[in-house]
């Protein structure tokens, strides 16, 4: 048994095989790192990745060497997560350290911001990594986590940097932060978006989700190895407005806000035309004038978020606003369902502030039009949030149709009655309870006229419902476009 100091062991296993933390992936001469998770322990499966033909096994203080044979290399280290993140990054050769590398964290905003610089650097000169795929060199592969497993990260790292791809937007999210996923990659730049409440099941309180979510600065950012890093903050943001309190002082802090003139980047004025909406944004003594076609305050940070850190690598002012007025969201995020009829949008907001602000922006852009919203809430997660999201959504819309989500192991109509536990009794009159959610949404738009804009939430660009441990095929986006279809 060798007993390492540090988490970087990589010279003593660099000889051997792959390195994985599943045990069912084991090929001969891979090393198994046994990482105890929330439910599972990592010594249960040394045997059989023994068996399977691992020739070490990685694990920390607790690792039970009794049933390692000697002819099996054992190593215990300080903390089993970090080794294999520096581990796989090593083993395909710090990919991470080629590529200009954002890391963008927050609840809300992650995928859109992604989507927009990747929109403004260009599809040949960029790649982006998150919720809804891995999108670089013509290659759109759909993604199972938001930041993807360590190996499969810097897998996907290695496959961008053999494309010639020079930049990467990653999505951060507080569970690849707090689980060590991007452990031993090294950040050019981070942003951090905004902090609701999301996550408690996993996170417990706001507080450990903030230190989550910081994390990418005070430890990742921090720690790189690349020079002239830069991160990107909203201060309109509580919790943003700590972060740079947390950076050290050799990288530079760009502040963004739609709020505080004071900001790096300020939104002055806003003002609504044909193809959308015109935008002033102040930066230093310069005024510069963009055109989008999205709408909605959280829309509007993301375009200062995305033009900040545009801006300050360098990029031409005309690109910046080239790409600016040609993104029209990203899949899923506020999305409107093309048809001649009907207003029908699609949103993945799942959060009490996710959904206050989907329903605030088609408030604001639809004024003469009444605002009807189909949702639910997942199963088996934080459960405090639902009567909160009852609550916002009565309060907000004219109308409201309430159903399942992802119920996965619990009764959807238990978390129907959570939601509904949020509604005041003269709100009451508002809701309609369908708990199957494929006809919810066949009633919702058979009840649909000129007059109302209808809101489809939670989903998103999802295109499963998982219930009961089975993803089972399911689309919003789908099934609107058969009801419209069946209304012709």
């Given at each position: ?22 045990s ?19 010594n ?27 002819n ?86 290695k ?87 947390l950076?050290?002082k ?25 193809s ?33 850190i ?49 329903i ?8 003469d ?43 959807p ?52 419902q ?23």
């Amino acid at each position: 048994m060798y007993i390492s100091k540090s988490n970087n062991i990589f010279r003593k296993i660099k000889h051997l095989g792959s390195p994985t933390n599943n045990s069912r992936k084991i090929k001969r001469n891979d090393v198994f790192f046994a990482i105890n998770g929330e439910k599972e322990n990592g010594n249960m499966y040394i045997e059989e990745a023994i068996r399977k033909g691992a020739a070490a096994i990685v694990g920390d203080k607790n690792l039970n060497t009794k049933v390692i044979p000697k002819n099996v290399l054992s190593l215990v280290v300080p903390n089993v997560r970090k080794s294999f993140g520096i581990t796989c990054s090593n083993f395909f050769s710090n990919p991470g350290d080629n590529i200009n590398l954002c890391g963008i964290t927050g609840t809300n905003g992650k995928t859109s911001i992604a989507y927009l610089l990747n929109t403004i650097f260009g599809k040949e000169h960029s790649s982006l990594i998150g919720t809804i795929e891995k999108k670089y060199g013509g290659k759109k592969i759909k993604s199972t986590l938001t930041t993807p497993d360590t190996f499969d990260l810097n897998k996907t790292l290695k496959e961008i940097k053999n494309h010639k791809i020079k930049n990467c937007f990653l999505e951060v999210s507080s569970h690849s932060l707090e689980l060590s996923r991007v452990e031993g990659i090294n950040f050019d730049s981070g942003i951090f978006t905004n902090i609701t409440r999301d996550h408690l099941d996993f996170h417990k309180n706001m507080s450990s989700y903030y230190k989550s979510k910081a994390k990418l600065f005070s430890y990742y950012l921090n720690n790189s190895t690349k020079k002239n890093k830069i991160a990107v903050i909203n201060i309109d943001d509580k919790y943003g407005r700590k972060i740079p309190k947390l950076i050290n002082k050799n990288i530079k802090v760009i502040s963004y806000s739609i709020k505080n003139s004071n900001a790096d980047f300020y939104l002055k004025s806003i003002k609504k035309v044909k193809s959308g909406n015109k935008l002033i944004i102040k930066n230093a003594k310069n005024e510069f004038i963009l055109e989008t076609k999205l709408f909605g305050s959280y829309n509007l940070q993301n375009i200062l978020a995305s033009f900040a850190i545009s801006k300050s690598k360098g990029l031409s002012i005309k690109k910046i606003f080239d790409g600016v007025k040609k993104f029209q969201g990203a899949p899923g995020r506020l999305e409107k369902i093309k048809n001649r009829k009907f207003n029908i949008f699609i949103d993945y907001a799942h959060t009490p502030d996710a959904i206050k602000k989907s329903i605030q922006s088609l408030k604001e852009n639809f004024k003469d039009k009444r605002i009807i919203v189909l949702f639910g809430c997942g199963g088996d997660r934080d459960k405090g949030k639902r009567p909160k999201m009852g609550e916002i959504v009565s309060e907000a819309a004219n109308k409201i149709i309430i159903t399942s989500d992802n119920p996965r192991y619990e009764n959807p109509k238990t978390i129907i009655q959570d939601i509904i536990q949020g509604v005041s009794s003269k709100n009451l009159k508002k809701i309609k309870v369908i708990a199957n959610r494929r006809n919810a949404i066949k009633s919702s738009i058979k009840s649909i006229n000129k007059d109302a804009v209808l809101l489809i939430a939670g989903k998103g660009h999802e295109e499963y419902q998982e219930i009961r441990g089975i993803k089972n095929k399911f689309s919003d986006k789908m099934e609107i476009k058969k009801c419209l279809k069946n209304l012709r």
